[in-house]
């Protein structure tokens, strides 16, 4: 079908350009075209980042229980925007409830989130929880039902049966049996994107080395220590082609990160991370309903957050990327969702350079998730990361003048969240 009459909307930036709103497509098919940036322009208000607290994320933290261990991370979120908990309006919370196997920890969290008294609300989205705690951070205080808010992400996998807990999340009849846990989901679509584009075993090591390299700038970071590509390569081999290097850690950690609108931005933070624009695709219930090629869940987002925020090269325009790439060959494939280059292309793009630290356009100068999986504060640490680097705070894994960063979130049945972030405000 065609498309409808375009509206003109004063700020667009698509109708500004004569009304070239890009179409939306699903399962390949033209369904109409795109005007969700008309979405953001009709907020009340901006809304940026203006403070961000972790834990110093490691294995095990025995020494803490879950209310502490959120306590930590909220409390330095709080030191560094120099406010009181006070100040905050509201919260909102979340974490892999079904791991730990306890409900309702908007309740009994309240000592070490600080929501006694406020509005206190829980997210729990699968593996992209921490990015959609940012991203209805953002929507809560865009709506201007908040001007601060106190958002936090957390989880002790040291207390959890996490793959009994992914395992059983799925179909018990088309999913479970085959898609059992985390890791052979991966290695199903690590397998298609080897036989469709002749990617090898040794470029997706070289996201591994770039990621462990990168953690050890990081003091936050779980595993920081570098590793080689013979050592991935020959690390132990756990679902044909993953190997134990190729994944993630189990963490235990927290994050919080504190929402503003720009009625008060500013005046807390010198130079506040403004959210530019937000999108998220949760497309499947069921696993083998997906196209593991290039992950269109995060294909189809980035489309539409670059058609609102009006990025068209986003190797060009985007200064640095903190990606939820839970493996190696995530660092390959859906670097090609995310148009920096065509698919099949990621590997010269890793050899050549460009996304380490130093190069056109670095990707998790953090360490990534590859270094640090607290999996509820993830997408959280994501998005955390991203606003530290607009900030100028990130240390010694800075990026020189950013003023445009990307974060991700992925999880669930092959789901991805992105936002985008710019030094500065939105008109």
């Known amino acids: 079908m065609g498309p409808a009459a375009n509206p003109t909307v004063s700020g667009c930036w698509a109708c500004e350009a004569g009304g070239s709103h890009p179409p939306i497509e699903d399962g390949g098919g033209f369904v109409a075209v795109d005007l969700s940036c008309h979405e953001v322009l009709k907020m009340p208000n901006r809304v940026a980042i203006v403070g961000t607290g972790q834990t110093h994320h490691c294995t095990r933290r025995l020494d803490v229980n879950g209310v502490e261990l959120i306590y930590e991370a909220v409390g330095r979120a709080l030191e560094d925007a120099e406010l009181k908990m006070k100040d905050i309006d509201g919260v909102i919370i979340g974490n892999m409830d079904h791991f730990e196997g306890i409900n309702y920890v908007d309740c009994w969290s309240i000592d070490g989130s600080g929501g006694f008294g406020k509005p ?223 698919p099949g292309e990621a590997p010269r793009l890793l050899w050549d350079g460009v996304t380490d630290l130093g190069g056109e356009l670095p990707i998790n100068p953090s360490g990534g998730v590859i270094s640090c999986n607290p999996i509820g504060a993830t997408g959280l640490i994501r998005c955390a990361e991203a606003a530290l680097q607009i900030m100028g705070k990130a240390d010694k894994r800075q990026v020189p003048d950013v003023k445009i960063a990307l974060s991700t979130g992925f999880g669930g049945c092959f789901w991805s969240d992105i936002l985008l972030y710019g030094a500065k405000k939105p008109q």
């Not at 469709?196 to 970071?221: K, M, S």
């Not at 082609?241 to 609108?261: M, N």
């Not at 991370?273 to 196209?291: C, E, I």
């Open 120 to 342: 206190t609300m829980k997210l729990t989205t699968g593996g992209t929880t921490g990015s959609t705690l940012a991203i209805a951070g953002y929507h809560m205080v865009a709506s201007g039902m908040f001007d601060k808010l106190m958002v936090i992400g957390w989880e002790k996998n040291s207390e959890s049966d996490t793959t009994g807990a992914i395992t059983t999340a799925f179909d018990p009849i088309w999913d479970r049996l085959v898609f059992a846990g985390a890791i052979s989901g991966l290695a199903v679509e690590a397998s298609v994107y080897m036989a469709t584009f002749g990617v090898t075993e040794r470029d997706a090591a070289r996201v591994t080395v770039r990621d462990r390299r990168h953690a050890c700038l990081n003091p936050y970071a779980h595993l920081r220590k570098e590793v080689t590509i013979e050592e991935v390569m020959n690390s132990p081999r756990l679902s044909d082609p993953l190997k134990l290097l190729d994944l993630c850690p189990r963490t235990d950690g927290a994050c919080a990160v504190i929402f503003a609108s720009e009625h008060v931005a500013e005046k807390i933070c010198p130079k506040p991370a403004w959210v530019l624009g937000t999108a998220n695709r949760h497309l499947y219930t069921y696993l083998g309903d997906t196209d593991f090629v290039n992950l269109p869940s995060l294909r189809r987002a980035s489309q539409e957050l670059y058609s609102k925020t009006g990025i068209r090269e986003p190797l060009k325009q985007i200064d640095v990327m903190e990606l939820y790439l839970p493996y190696s060959f995530a660092g390959l494939s859906w670097i090609e969702a995310l148009g920096l280059c065509k």
